[in-house]
């Protein structure tokens, strides 16, 4: 990895960081904050590979006590219900980077968001029923899904790929 990839990846994982600490409120997942937009800025930018290494990185040191993640760190973290929209960063970011080769970057930016909607509403039911016991059923997270909170994300997502495309221009400059 060269010095200016590993900068880039570094700066990465701290965008996903900040963007952790700016919560908005949502009435399904509870709140929103701004890790999708930043994920899919940085993927634009270090595609396919180093995007979702950004992502890995940023959810490992969150697991081991960095307390950037939006309701802190540490490995219990996997035992809150959101953890799942985490995870499905993972895949949103290599779908944006494939798209970003490809050319399709706002096509599989959309897949990826509502692929970060599927894994997180999964793994939101599954520690809600097998962990806190609450009774809720897989479909009703599944329709949670078909919210107006997905359709903000896509709003998101289409903003950011935008943002990410420019980014990724002004940086070939440099």
């Not at 096509?107 to 968001?113: E, V």
């Amino acid at each position: 990895m060269n010095t200016k990839l590993l900068l880039r990846t570094s700066l990465a994982v701290a965008l996903i960081a900040l963007g952790a600490q700016i919560k908005l409120p949502s009435p399904i997942a509870g709140y929103f904050t701004l890790q999708l937009p930043a994920v899919i800025i940085i993927s634009c930018v270090l595609g396919k590979k180093y995007g979702p290494l950004s992502v890995g990185i940023y959810i490992l040191g969150g697991l081991l006590g960095i307390p950037w993640f939006a309701g802190g760190g540490g490995l219990a973290y996997v035992l809150k219900p959101t953890f799942g929209f985490l995870l499905g960063f993972i895949a949103l970011s290599y779908l944006t980077g494939m798209g970003q080769e490809k050319k399709h970057t706002w096509l599989y930016a959309l897949l990826g968001t509502f692929l970060v909607w599927l894994i997180g509403m999964l793994y939101l039911t599954s520690i809600n029923v097998y962990y806190l016991g609450v009774d809720m059923s897989y479909m009703s997270g599944i329709m949670a899904i078909f919210s107006l909170d997905l359709v903000f994300d896509f709003v998101l997502t289409l903003t950011a790929v935008t943002i990410g495309k420019r980014v990724e221009s002004a940086l070939e400059l440099i």
